[in-house]
């Protein structure tokens, strides 16, 4: 699983921009957005929505302290009643969705938004989603996948969830089969969408994105290489070494407590303990005082949303 999160996430991280490009991007992404043109803007967005509710109530407690800014939501999962009534109740919410084509944990499924019959290329032996992004890339056509992700922002949008941008969980719609299915979705929903440009991509993905789309310079998201004990230190040394520009932080948000326990069993990757520690980390003091220090900007996607429908 670890695997495929960051073989999606290389696939669209910019780690070789030229700096005349990179130049370009900061001038017109800070100063459109109302910055100065040398500002440190940082998203720091929750995945995992209505995963479960230690998911959402960690999640939902970081958004209202303002220790997250932004987060998404699996509309396939099981507890979106939950985020759809605290987006009615907290309408200012930056809430994007987390466009889903897998399920990953062990005895913790989920399935399609749309009817099963449409998209057989999606769903495993047992009638769910495939547990990894391989198996997806094996069996599902670009067909299937553009008729589930439009069912996901249907749904979402049914249970009053107005979504201010578009990502992708596990990395699946990076895959070049995918990709173009997933800007054709996002430009037809006037929604911005996580990607990238980076250096040695197929000209055929390049040509997809425009000189006007406000993506992020770079990503960052913890993984198995960092230990539980230098947690912290691993979020503070990204707060110190950002560059001017747009950087996007994911975290995984919850409790770790018998629901989220019983959920990841079996994945310490990206488990429940791993979500306490993000929690922790983004909410702790030091965090915050990293963010002052180093005149960090915090923003979300709702502004570059509105950037994005205003042309």
């Known amino acids: 699983m670890l695997r495929s999160r960051l073989l999606g996430l290389a696939l669209l991280c910019p780690l070789a921009l030229s700096q005349a490009t990179a130049q370009t991007k900061l001038q017109t992404l800070a100063q459109r957005l109302g910055y100065a043109a040398d500002a440190k803007l940082l998203i720091i967005h929750a995945d995992d929505l209505a995963v479960s509710h230690a998911q959402d109530s960690a999640s939902f407690t970081a958004l209202d302290r303002h220790a997250a800014s932004a987060a998404s939501v699996m509309a ?112 037809e929903y006037r929604l911005p969408f996580l990607a990238a440009r980076p250096q040695g991509a197929p000209a055929s993905l390049l040509a997809l994105l425009k000189d006007t789309d406000i993506l992020p310079d770079s990503i960052a998201i913890a993984s198995e290489a960092v230990k539980p004990e230098n947690w912290v230190q ?63 900007t915090v923003v979300g996607w709702k502004a570059i949303k509105e950037l994005t429908q205003a042309k």
């Open 234 to 296: 691993y979020y503070l040394g990204i707060v110190r070494g950002l560059k001017p520009g747009l950087t996007e932080l994911i975290v995984h948000l919850a409790y770790d407590n018998a629901e989220m326990q019983a959920v990841t069993a079996g994945h310490p990757a990206y488990g429940s303990a791993w979500r306490q520690r993000d929690f922790d980390a983004i909410t702790g003091p030091e965090f915050r005082q990293a963010l002052k220090e180093n005149h960090v």
């Open 76 to 187: 396939p999962c099981p507890w979106l009643t939950e985020v759809a009534e605290y987006a009615k109740a907290h309408p200012s919410a930056d809430l994007g969705l987390h466009l889903t084509l897998t399920s990953e944990w062990r005895s913790y499924r989920w399935g399609p938004a749309a009817s099963r019959n449409e998209v057989p290329g999606l769903l495993g032996p047992d009638g769910n989603f495939w547990p990894d992004v391989p198996f997806v890339a094996q069996h599902a056509t670009a067909a299937e996948v553009e008729t589930e992700i439009r069912a996901q922002i249907e749904r979402a949008l049914k249970a009053g969830i107005h979504p201010t941008h578009l990502d992708s969980h596990m990395g699946t719609l990076f895959i070049p089969a995918y990709f173009p299915v997933y800007v054709k979705v996002a430009r």
